[in-house]
Structure formats: structure tokens, C-alpha cells
């Protein structure tokens, strides 16, 4: 199995909603990652789960709070968005995180919009 | 401060001509590169990558050259396909404070008339 899934597809919420993104991989990846892509830019990293530990937060605002529930899982907890956070959320993993030579491997990704 | 970044935003080519992806890099840290390639609507794609010891690599249809000296990097498509049509993203790894991140460049979108 070399698939990262990521839940749901797509999401519409409002700014005062409360919703979750779920990502999910079985390659025995121990480093999981959170991107946010806008239209025609590169994915900008917000968090890094190394060993289900926070190891990078690339100065994200709070109300995105990430959380690894064990080394399969990542999710993302979305709070009071604002409609300039409307994005493709990719989820991606990678052996570890530790090595220069690791790749990364991307899910399909969460089309998100906040309205 | 230092970026990825590539030299055309847009590439046309014909189905089955050459298609060349030019990337330039400017930290010197950096050692291991990734091209990825990027359908509409899906998440990044792995195609091939180099270590920094490395000056080329060869994956099928595919080719990566890297140039140190200049800090250039490039994809080659050979006999390229209506389905190669994409963006096409590289990516270096920086090691800032022990954790290895990767860095993409802006992005080429790679458009195949049949």
C-alpha cells in the first residue's frame, strides 16, 4: 500500500463552524505532513509530525491545530476560518523526516472553502 | 532569502517532441532533489529524484540533471504524451535546525498538443 487517503474530498464551512481533515497512511511512514496550496502556487508547509511529535509549525495561526493521533493518522482541526483560508489541503508522508534523502509521498488532498 | 524557483511559468510542446523543465536553486545546503508532477484536482505526484552526489538520474521517459556549480536543475520528458500535461513542481531539502524540509519551486505548467 503506498496511498495517503485524505477526508473529505471537499468541505464547505462557515466561519463560525468547527470541522475536521482526516489523512490516513499504512507505509509505516513515521513523518506526517499538513500543506496548504492555493491556485496556480506551490504547497506552503504549516506542520511537521515527526514520530507523532510536533516538530515544525511554520508560524500557522491558531485556528489550525493539528493533532496525530498515533503514527497512521493525522488530522487537522479547523476553528473560526476566515474565507482567505480557502485552499487545497495536502496531506503527505515520508520514511521519517530525519534523513536528507526522504520523499514524500502526497495524498489527493481537501478542496476547502470557507464562506 | 534563498528559494526554489523555475524559469517558465508555461511549457507548449507537440505530442512526442522533448520536453526539458528548468529549475533554479539558490541554497547550497541543499542535498536531495525532488520532481513532482501535479494533475488537476490531485495532490503532487513523485516522478524522480537526485541526491546532491549525483549530476544525473534516469527513471523511464524521464531524466534529471542537476548542475552544482550553477545550481540549476531540469526534468527531460522524452517523447512527451498528452497525459505528461500538468504543473510540474521541484523541490529541494533544506536541514534548518535538524529537520529536513522541502522547499518547492513555483511551479511549470506543461501543456501537450496532440
Known amino acids: 500500500d503506498t496511498e495517503v487517503t485524505q477526508t473529505p474530498k471537499h468541505l464547505v464551512m462557515g466561519m463560525t463552524n468547527k470541522k475536521s481533515l482526516k489523512c490516513e497512511q499504512h507505509m509505516g511512514h513515521r513523518a506526517m505532513y499538513w500543506y496548504k496550496q492555493k491556485a496556480k502556487k506551490p504547497p506552503e508547509l504549516m506542520f511537521v509530525?515527526?514520530?507523532?511529535?510536533?516538530?515544525i509549525n511554520e508560524s500557522v495561526p491558531s485556528r489550525f491545530s493539528p493533532e496525530c493521533p498515533n503514527s497512521s493518522l493525522l488530522n487537522l482541526h479547523l476553528h473560526a476560518l476566515q474565507p482567505e483560508d480557502s485552499a487545497l489541503y495536502l496531506c503527505?508522508?515520508?520514511?521519517?523526516?530525519?534523513?536528507?534523502?526522504?520523499?514524500?509521498?502526497f495524498g489527493p488532498g481537501t478542496r476547502l472553502t470557507v464562506l | 532569502g534563498e528559494s526554489v524557483g523555475l524559469h517558465l511559468p508555461t511549457l507548449s510542446v507537440q505530442e512526442g517532441d522533448n520536453s526539458i523543465i528548468n529549475c533554479a536553486y539558490s541554497n547550497s545546503a541543499s542535498d536531495y532533489f525532488i520532481w513532482y508532477k501535479q494533475e488537476s484536482g490531485k495532490g503532487p505526484q513523485f516522478i524522480i529524484d537526485?541526491?546532491?552526489?549525483?549530476d544525473k538520474r534516469q527513471g523511464q521517459r524521464v531524466t534529471v540533471l542537476l548542475n552544482k556549480t550553477v545550481k540549476h536543475l531540469s526534468l527531460q520528458i522524452a517523447a512527451t504524451q498528452p497525459g505528461d500535461s500538468a504543473v510540474y513542481f521541484c523541490a529541494e531539502n533544506m536541514n534548518p535546525g535538524g529537520s529536513y524540509i522541502p522547499t518547492f519551486g513555483r511551479g511549470t505548467s506543461l501543456i501537450v498538443h496532440p
Open positions: 509530525y515527526s514520530y507523532e511529535k510536533l516538530s
Open positions: 503527505a508522508s515520508s520514511q521519517d523526516g530525519a534523513g536528507g534523502s526522504d520523499t514524500q509521498y
Open positions: 537526485i541526491r546532491s552526489n549525483m
